[in-house]
Each structure stands twice: as structure tokens, then as C-alpha cells.
């Protein structure tokens, strides 16, 4: 069939168990400790932290809340992934939210979580980011005025289709342009702190006089305010997508995070001060591209360094995305979830190319109809909805089976704080300020159980799909693969 069943308990089970059948290939373990902080901090570090600022700035209203709101990003984006640490080193498996769904809670939500990543969440992450890598990368052969939309788009496809072609060839390619990338953003965001030092020296101190003035006291305007800011810091939970790649998990894992999360969160803190050094709020808010703004005031003639870097950050960001967007399709259709063609492996370059070349086809389609703004705002909505079913998943472990073997603990304050968190950031918005638009989302996520009983639970699958794999397995070279035993 082209659907497979797998048999799942309400147990985490050891990734030492194979799939049905003797099946040959399996990924590789490419990403050591330097290439997972570089997964990590790569893909956070991405449009955000030049996009963002004044969006938060705007919802929040003040230079010193909206400042705040940048640090409880970062503390969250820690206990998130540290939660998350633990669930890795339970359930060896990657997938993410994905596979702690399945063996946690059971195969219906854990498709619903799959069905809605795979065709909504991942690509219109990948496709909000190509677009803001595209209007930077277009910006300077259109000096004093904005690019036309259809070279933005088609500026941001053909990045996809790069991407594409990069992550289908070889995993290491892959991980070593994200070190390389990752190095390069790091400098561009010291090169901006390094130059708010310099005038925070000079005396421009104008936008911290007052700092708290015009603070907003709207519950949903934090929310917001918080989507904005977690936007710059998605990503945090990256590894788990990967951890059957992972060379030693249960070291690189926690080793990963605390050292890429808390890099982050202070290059984020000092590159808004720099902003703010360099700007008042009033022209942040109307920078429309924050960082063009502060190089035009900072650097000068050398300005086009920061619309170079933005791009360059951008562009290793959406390597890091689409890396981890790809495993969720591969897992999930491992696991029975998706079509079996989606599960299979390139037999030379050992890449999961078709979920790979499934992710951009939905990614193109999300460029072709959206905004940046919108997408980040659902994408979030979406996103905490999931992390707080994973994170309660780790409570139920903590607390009902405590005897599981697990290399890493984390206080269990940790995850209420996290759950917490996400009960906030998805109530928050529709209280205040209620969208159709996620009532729109809600539809969405509910839509997948059309297809979930009839092609999951009880197999009806037409039998003209088994042809259309054997073409699609023998046209783009793959076979089926089997769970790494870590």
C-alpha cells in the first residue's frame, strides 16, 4: 500500500527498532557539535533580527519593553529547547513534535500535527523567509524606490529551488554551507553591535530617556508582540528534527543548546540596542527595513554591507529551515502518516530527496500567494498550538513514567513555565483581538481528519497510487530506509 501501517504505543520506543522488512539504506550521522550550534544559531539567526524590531517596538509601544520582550523571547526559546532535550534523549527518533506526538499521544494527533507542518507550517516559514532574503537581495539594483513584487518572488523561488538542489546532493554540503553561513552572520551582527557601542560612547543615548513611556497594557498586543519577537528566535528546536543524524545525541544534544540559545539571545539584546542607539523610535518605526536604516546612518558609502549580510544571514537561515522542514515528511510518511514515496532515500547521495523536493513544491506555492507579515502571525499561532501539546507530553512523562531511561533531566518547573507560556501565546490574541483568519487555521488543522480515517485508519488507498510509486521510485532513484540505531 502506499500508505504503511506502523504499530505505536503509548511508550517512547527505542530507536533500535527497525521498520518492517530488511530495508538497506539509512541517513547518516553528518551533524557533530559544531554543525548542530551552527543548525541552531543558523537558522534563529535568519530575517528576524532585521525585520522584527519594529514590530515589536510597534505592539509594545516602548524602547525598554520592547527590549524586555526580546529577553523573555530568549529565556522561553531556552526552556523550550531544554524541554526539549529531555524528550530527545527519551525518545531517540527524529522528527521533532512529531514522533513526541505519536509515542506520547497516538497516531491521530500526531497526523494532524504532520498533515498541517507538511502542507502549512514549514512551507510558509521557508516561504515568509525566502521573500524577506528576496527583498534584500534585490534592494540595491533598485536604489530609491521599492522593488517590483514579481522579481521579489521570483527571486525568492529560484532561492528554494537552490536550496533544493544543495540539501538533495548531500548532507554534509549541506551542514558545511550552514557553518560557513552561520560564521558570516555572526560577524555582520557583531559588526552592528560593535557600532552601537561606538555611539552609545558618543552620547546617543536619546531613545533610553524615558524608556518605559507609552508602554501598551493590551494583553493581546503583547501576544503579538510576542509572536513578532519569537519569530527571530523559531528554530530553537531544530535538532530534534535531526536526531538520528546526530553523532552522539545524548552529548551534542544539551551540549547544542545551551551553547547556541544564550549566543543568540545576547547578540539579539545588543544589536536592538544598537538600533535604538542609532535611531529614535519614531524612526525605527518607520524604517520600514530596520537594518538598511542603521547602516545608511552608521555606515555610510558602506552601507551595502548590512543589505549583503541580511541576505547572506537570510539565505543560511532557509538552509537550516529546509534541512529540519524535510525529516518532518520523511518521518511522518515513515511512519505511515504521508505517502511511501515521501519515506524513501536517494540511493547514491543517501538525502530523503523526495520529502525534500515536496516541501519546495508547497513553499513555492506559499510564495506565490503570501506576505511576510500574515505568514509570521500564523506560522506562530500554529507553531506554540503544537509546542504546547509536545511540552505537555513531556509532563505527562515526568510525571506517569518516571522510570523511562534518559541521559538529561530538566526541573519540571521548566516545562510548566513553557506550557504556560504557550496556552498565552495562543489564547492571548484570539481573546483580545479575534481573526477570522484563525478560525480559518483551526478548519485547517481539523480538515486532516477527512483523509486521516479513511487513508490512514483504515487503509483505503486507490490502487492506481502503488503504480504512481514504483514510477516516481525508479524515476528518482530512491528505496525505502530503516531508523538509525543510535
Known amino acids: 500500500s502506499t500508505m504503511r501501517k506502523r504499530k505505536t504505543t503509548d511508550l517512547p520506543r527505542s530507536s533500535t527498532d527497525l521498520s518492517e522488512g530488511k530495508e538497506k539504506l539509512r541517513l547518516k550521522q553528518e551533524v557533530g557539535l559544531i554543525s548542530g550550534v551552527s543548525l541552531i544559531a543558523g537558522t534563529m539567526i535568519g530575517s528576524g533580527i532585521f525585520m522584527a524590531p519594529e514590530w515589536v517596538l510597534y505592539h509594545m509601544g516602548s524602547p525598554a519593553s520592547s527590549l524586555l520582550i526580546w529577553a523573555a523571547c530568549g529565556l522561553l526559546a531556552m526552556f523550550g529547547a531544554l524541554s526539549y532535550t529531555e524528550l530527545g534523549t527519551i525518545i531517540k527518533e527524529s522528527g521533532g513534535e512529531y514522533i513526541c506526538i505519536l509515542r506520547i499521544f497516538g497516531s491521530f494527533p500526531a497526523f494532524l500535527f504532520a498533515y498541517t507542518s507538511v502542507i502549512l507550517v514549514r512551507p510558509a516559514g521557508l516561504a515568509a523567509v525566502c521573500l524577506s532574503f528576496a527583498e534584500y537581495a534585490v534592494a540595491p539594483f533598485y536604489p530609491g524606490c521599492s522593488s517590483p513584487q514579481v522579481v521579489i518572488k521570483c527571486t525568492a523561488a529560484a532561492c528554494i529551488l537552490l536550496l533544493t538542489i544543495i540539501n538533495c546532493l548531500n548532507v554534509r554540503l549541506a551542514t558545511s554551507i550552514m557553518n560557513i553561513f552561520t560564521a558570516a552572520k555572526?560577524?555582520?551582527?557583531?559588526?552592528?553591535?560593535?557600532?552601537?557601542?561606538v555611539l552609545l560612547g558618543k552620547g546617543q543615548t536619546q531613545s533610553f530617556q524615558n524608556p518605559f513611556q507609552n508602554t501598551t497594557a493590551s494583553i493581546g498586543a503583547v501576544g503579538v508582540a510576542f509572536y513578532q519577537g519569537l519569530w527571530s528566535y523559531d528554530g530553537w528546536n531544530n535538532l530534534n528534527y535531526v536526531i538520528e543524524e546526530l553523532k552522539k545525541p545524548e552529548v551534542t544534544l544539551p551540549r547544542a543548546v545551551m551553547i547556541a540559545i544564550p549566543l543568540v539571545t545576547c547578540l539579539y539584546l545588543l544589536?536592538?540596542?544598537?538600533?535604538?542607539?542609532a535611531m529614535t523610535p519614531s524612526e525605527l518605526l518607520s524604517s520600514g527595513a530596520v537594518a538598511v536604516t542603521w547602516g545608511d546612518k552608521v555606515l555610510g558609502s558602506w552601507a551595502w554591507l548590512i543589505s549583503l549580510s541580511v541576505a547572506l544571514s537570510t539565505f543560511g537561515s532557509l538552509n537550516g529551515t529546509f534541512f529540519t522542514g524535510g525529516r518532518v515528511c520523511y518521518i511522518a510518511a515513515r511512519e505511515g502518516h504521508m505517502p511511501d514515496i515521501l519515506s524513501m532515500a536517494h540511493v547514491r547521495c543517501l538525502t530523503p530527496s523526495p520529502a525534500l523536493l515536496f516541501t519546495s513544491?508547497?513553499?513555492?506555492?506559499?510564495?506565490?500567494?503570501?506576505s511576510f507579515t500574515s505568514i509570521v502571525n500564523f506560522f506562530s499561532f500554529v507553531a506554540w498550538l503544537f509546542y504546547g501539546m509536545t511540552i505537555s507530553g513531556l509532563l505527562y512523562l515526568k510525571i506517569?513514567?518516571?522510570?523511562?531511561?534518559?541521559?538529561y533531566k530538566v526541573p519540571i518547573i521548566i516545562?510548566?513555565?513553557?506550557?504556560?507560556?504557550?496556552?498565552?501565546?495562543?489564547?492571548?490574541?484570539?481573546?483580545?483581538?479575534?481573526q477570522i483568519e484563525i478560525l480559518y487555521i483551526v478548519l485547517f488543522i481539523f480538515s486532516g481528519v477527512i483523509l486521516y480515517f479513511p487513508l490512514v485508519r483504515f487503509k483505503c488507498h486507490p490502487r492506481f497510487l502503488q503504480r504512481v510509486t514504483l514510477h516516481l521510485q525508479l524515476f528518482l532513484e530512491v528505496a525505502p530506509t530503516t531508523r538509525d540505531g543510535n
Open 400 to 407: 506517569k513514567k518516571p522510570e523511562l531511561p534518559r541521559s
Open 361 to 370: 513544491a508547497m513553499s513555492l506555492i506559499m510564495i506565490i500567494s503570501g
Open 186 to 197: 555572526l560577524l555582520a551582527l557583531l559588526v552592528i553591535v560593535v557600532g552601537g557601542l
Open 271 to 277: 544589536v536592538n540596542v544598537s538600533y535604538l542607539a
Open 415 to 434: 516545562p510548566i513555565i513553557v506550557l504556560v507560556a504557550a496556552v498565552y501565546l495562543v489564547l492571548a490574541p484570539i481573546i483580545d483581538q479575534p
